[in-house]
């Protein structure tokens, strides 16, 4: 054995990180040029015992080592504990914690219960010689070139980045953390990295933080005994429990109480809980992805989220671009809607798609809501479109108001007359369209060089339908073409 002992330091019931451990997050914001993650791993070898030669490179954040099956380096030694001791990985250090085994965990001659590990040193568990040496192993993240990912839709070259940084990541065990405004992806994001990581025939588990007061937030997280409170009846597991050998996807985490914080990091720590109203630990072994549309960093500076625990999550921190920030995307994402309610039943069987005018319109919208709300507007601009194609006019009246408000989300040509102070609403709605599609009607006619088979296929309609704006807005017949 060496004749180094590990360096033996206790750990307190809470790491507090300071501004020097920002190295440690690997901030993935799209749009940047992504380049490497850095995965800790620990490579441990059995050089003496009854299972000399077993060997095993993990990136788990706690490896267990025993006798019992569930633990991660399993050892036959009958020396050994069921669970013996485990290696924890804190701060991208290494720390061993011998879980009150019979027979000890020993450095030399010395017992260790909590130790900061160095590369290569010698433990003995039971009877078992093990040696451990970190391992730092940097993965190149490319953008992949698919306009479509796990569920995930768009080909700007943001998503496109998005993509590769899942792709490397979710086979790791890096706890990610997801920013984002609302309605950009995050659960179909996390979804994605539990569909593509080794836990995918485990449960996924969503968990909205927002969604329970303060007062009950603690039992959902941690489960409760019967009788530990007025109303628990019978015995309730928290979510952890749920999650076993799965991901759990904490949405909202911002909204989580400060004051619960401390429990929540010391049970993604030590990989264990205690319900409420419970007097023994249970071990977990989930993977954690995490999720908030509110600015963390500022919720740090402020105080309202512990700094530790932010850089426990964030091991990954993906910030997903707003949909005004891909609006390339938006016809793609049109198509995909409308494929949906096709499948379900739900698109009206004379819906083809949207009028090259309409697509305009959307495309110059800034989407405060993003992607859930162009959902919306898709399908309900289908539903009550009366035509083959979904019209300026079909689009809803609130998405014209707030055009109206924001001059530079208007498309090229459509502008917002000054209101006649006894026109009703419905005459300047009336109004304002028909400017916009003579407006839009007279491009496309210089574009095509007033070809009215190539007007109607660019704008989405009928032949017929473009000779009747035509007539509608007095602008010159052309000879008919075929």
Request: glycine share 8%.
């Amino acid at each position: 054995m060496s004749d180094s002992n590990p360096r033996i330091e206790n750990l307190p019931a809470e790491v507090h990180l300071d501004s020097d451990d920002r190295h440690h997050t690997v901030e993935v914001n799209v749009g940047a040029v992504t380049d490497m993650i850095h995965l800790n791993k620990a490579k441990l070898v059995v050089i003496d015992g009854p299972d000399r030669g077993k060997q095993l490179v993990l990136d788990k954040p706690i490896i267990r080592i025993g006798s019992n099956e569930k633990n991660d380096l399993l050892l036959t030694d009958n020396t050994v504990s069921r669970f013996h001791c485990e290696i924890r990985n804190v701060r991208d250090e290494w720390l061993l914690v011998d879980r009150d085994s019979t027979n000890g965990t020993y450095a030399g001659e010395l017992r260790l219960r909590e130790a900061f590990l160095y590369p290569n040193c010698e433990v003995l568990v039971g009877n078992s010689l093990v040696r451990f040496s970190p391992l730092v192993e940097e993965i190149p993240v490319f953008p992949i070139a698919r306009s479509t990912y796990e569920g995930l839709i768009g080909g700007a070259s943001r998503m496109r980045e998005i993509y590769g940084v899942i792709d490397k990541v979710a086979p790791s065990e890096l706890s990610v953390l997801i920013e984002g405004e609302t309605g950009t992806g995050k659960e179909l994001v996390a979804r994605a990295i539990h569909d593509r990581s080794r836990r995918a025939k485990g449960p996924l588990v969503i968990f909205d933080c927002s969604a329970f007061p303060e007062n009950l937030l603690e039992s959902e997280l941690f489960g409760h005994e019967k009788g530990a409170f007025s109303g628990a009846i019978r015995t309730h597991r928290g979510v952890f429990e749920r999650a076993e050998g799965g991901t759990v996807f904490f949405d909202e985490l911002g909204e989580m109480s400060v004051n619960l914080q401390p429990k929540f990091l010391r049970a993604l720590e030590n990989g264990e809980i205690r319900r409420v109203g419970g007097e023994r630990t249970i071990k977990v072994d989930v993977r954690v992805v995490a999720a908030t549309n509110r600015n963390v960093i500022q919720l740090v500076e402020e105080g309202k989220f512990r700094q530790d625990l932010f850089y426990r999550l964030a091991k990954v921190r993906l910030i997903l671009p707003a949909l005004r920030e891909r609006k390339d995307d938006v016809t793609l994402l049109v198509d995909h809607f409308m494929g949906e309610m096709r499948k379900r039943g739900d698109l009206p069987a004379q819906c083809r798609g949207f009028a090259a005018a309409a697509l305009e319109v959307l495309q110059a919208y800034d989407w405060p809501g993003n992607v859930r709300e162009l959902r919306n507007v898709v399908e309900r601009a289908t539903t009550f479109a009366e035509g083959e194609f979904v019209q300026v006019s079909d689009l809803p009246d609130d998405l014209h108001a707030r055009l109206g408000r924001h001059g530079p989300a208007r498309p090229i040509g459509l502008f917002m007359p000054q209101p006649d102070s006894v026109e009703s609403l419905k005459d300047a709605k009336e109004r304002m369209v028909s400017q916009y599609e003579r407006e839009y009607l007279l491009r496309l006619l210089e574009r095509h060089n007033k070809n009215i088979s190539r007007v109607a296929r660019d704008a989405g309609i009928d032949r017929r339908h473009v000779y009747r704006l035509m007539k509608k807005y007095e602008i010159d017949l052309p000879d008919r073409d075929e």
